[in-house]
């Protein structure tokens, strides 16, 4: 099948090494601009459009596919192209109805959740911020609202109770590369059933600010635990920022003060309700991420001592 491929960061690269794998004719890519990064800002070409560039596929950039001459360029570009189908994955533009409209398969979004759960940019974070069981990945017919169409696959995967957010990125990006290969051979075959989605049951999963990684320890140690593994938390040790990447709920309880820490030789803090959380990865300020064990090394901590 002769296919246009639409993604930027390191989630859609599993897809666009599977199709390829697959034998399907990606005529073009298209990726987000690249962007300055570094002291130098020096600019830097986006996952896929390296992945493109090794198995020498066109490239295309364009700042926007809906206003100016990039979005008349790139549609004449399709056109040339005409592609059996669209897919994309973590694109980060929102296609017009031209667009959506032009394939003959139509336009394949590979989502990360199990719609109509999670709509939004960060599916993943929330379906760990918010205690879920399960997640998953759904290939999904793509339309004028946000993450709205019809379902086409689903797959779902458990979530671990220490996994966290890019663990959990890495498995869903495979999972949607195998579901996009199957939906694309369904789609050939007359195979796809396509399922609405019940908006009743849908939830929104906004862009992840920046505060939301605040660890305030009058929280449960069980949020806390999820906030570490969906965003990597951060607080303030001796009035230094302290990033915590992973952590793991204590049993039992403590009365200490929220914050305090109640074992120095583990790094277990007191949080809300009685509750005792163990830190096991952090990166002080000006340091390196390192498991605790290695950071106590170098750092005493004293029983009481209060963080954030």
């Known amino acids: 099948m002769k296919l246009v491929f639409m993604g930027t960061p390191d989630f859609a690269v599993p897809a666009l090494e ?9 005529a073009a890519v298209f990726t987000q601009p690249d962007k300055p990064n570094g002291r130098k800002m020096k600019l830097v070409p986006s996952p896929v459009k390296k992945a493109a560039i090794v198995h020498g596929i066109p490239v295309f950039q364009p700042a926007s596919l809906r206003k100016g001459e990039d979005a008349v360029k790139s549609l004449e570009t399709l056109h040339a192209v005409s592609p059996d189908c669209i897919v994309v994955a973590a694109y980060g533009q929102i296609l017009p109805p031209a667009v959506l409209e032009l394939p003959r398969y139509g336009c394949m979004n590979i989502h990360a959740s199990l719609l109509p759960k999670y709509r939004g940019a960060a599916p993943i974070q929330y ?3 918010n205690g879920e069981k399960t997640s998953g990945v759904t290939v999904m017919q793509m339309a004028e609202g946000l993450d709205t169409g019809d379902m086409l696959l689903r797959t779902e995967l458990p979530i671990g109770e220490d996994e966290t957010a890019a663990e959990l990125h890495d498995r869903l990006s495979e999972a ?12 050939a075959a007359g195979r796809l059933r396509p399922e609405k989605q019940d908006d009743a049951l849908s939830c929104y999963a906004p862009m992840i600010r920046k505060e939301q990684s605040a660890l305030t320890f009058d929280r449960p140690a069980q949020e806390l635990h999820r ?3 969906a965003l990597t938390g951060f607080t303030t040790l001796d009035g230094k920022r302290l990033k915590v990447y ?11 003060l929220p914050g305090e820490i109640v074992d120095p030789d583990t790094f277990t803090v007191q949080c809300g309700g009685g509750t005792l959380l163990t830190f096991t990865e952090v990166q002080a300020e000006g340091g390196k991420r390192m498991a605790v064990r290695d950071f106590l090394r170098g750092k005493k901590l004293a029983i009481g001592q209060r963080l954030g």
């Open 176 to 187: 949607g590369a195998a579901l996009i290969v199957q939906a694309l051979e369904d789609a």
């Open 227 to 229: 906030v570490i593994c």
């Open 127 to 129: 379906a760990i911020l």
């Open 246 to 256: 992973r952590s793991t709920v204590c049993p039992g309880t403590g009365t200490a």
């Open 18 to 26: 599977a199709l390829v794998r697959a034998g399907h004719d990606i």
